[in-house]
């Protein structure tokens, strides 16, 4: 027969572990590919994970005029972070990709890196695929500092791409234009010439660089918009 005393001790540690958030076993990162897609060590296989809710600048594509400086500072970013640690996972909604890969938050040292990521201006809220079921405040938080703090992607003007040269287009022709069409799926912006700025998702309009990046979306690193 258990006593008043440890009944007592049992149901205050039923109800504490309750309230406690729910982390996964630790997994050990095992290559960081880019700023927000990792392999890692899980249930004793290497599996790819892709960040929930966030989408850094390219690093790694094969077309590589879509590489970034900023993308390969976000992958350095991560890699700092993350590369060669034991990271536990939170899973929301599916758990996989139409790629087979892992969704999931990152969490190190009980912090979720997926945050840190759009806080420090690596990658906007991402929403294409749906907002988060749990975190979505923070995450519209942790955007709006860093584009009021101008971090990174909302710098302004922002780093050049890496492989390819700003867009031929003729500065008076820009200037006079003066619209720049808005990807609402990668919440990219494009200026006039660039290869694109007709895509068939860019359906959102901005008279100016700055209402495109007060409506959420950064600058196209291949054209570099407006400068």
């Known amino acids: 027969m258990l006593t008043i005393e440890k009944k007592t001790l049992v149901v205050l ?30 249930q004793g296989k290497r599996e790819r994970i892709r960040l929930l809710n966030v989408d850094t600048p390219e690093s790694v594509h094969p077309d590589k005029t879509r590489n970034t400086l900023l993308g390969k500072q976000a992958s350095d970013y991560t ?14 909604g599916k758990k996989r990709g139409k790629y087979g890969r892992l969704l999931a938050y990152v969490i190190l040292d009980r912090k979720n890196f997926n945050l840190e990521l759009v806080q420090n201006g690596w990658s906007p809220y991402y929403t294409k695929y749906g907002q988060s079921q749990t975190l979505h405040g923070n995450f519209i938080d942790a955007q ?15 780093p050049r791409s890496i492989a390819a040269k700003p867009s031929a ?53 291949v054209c570099l918009p407006g400068r």
């Not at 958030?21 to 590919?33: G, H, L």
């Not at 069409?181 to 694109?196: A, E, V």
Request: proline share 6%; net charge positive; charged share 20%.
């Open 79 to 92: 890699r700092k972070r993350l590369a060669g640690k034991s990271v536990s996972l939170e899973f929301e």
């Open 13 to 42: 540690f039923l109800l504490f572990s309750l309230v406690l958030p729910c982390f996964a076993d630790p997994y050990k990162v095992m290559r960081v590919v880019d700023g927000d897609t990792l392999d890692i060590d899980y």
């Open 144 to 158: 709006a500092h860093a584009k009021a703090q101008q971090l990174n992607i909302w710098a302004d003007p922002p």
């Open 169 to 221: 287009t003729a500065p008076e022709q820009m200037t006079a234009t003066r619209r720049f069409h808005g990807n609402t799926q990668s919440h990219k912006f494009h200026g006039p010439g660039c290869r694109y700025f007709h895509c068939s998702t860019c359906t959102r309009i901005f008279s100016s660089r700055n209402a495109a990046k007060d409506a959420g979306f950064f600058p196209c690193q």
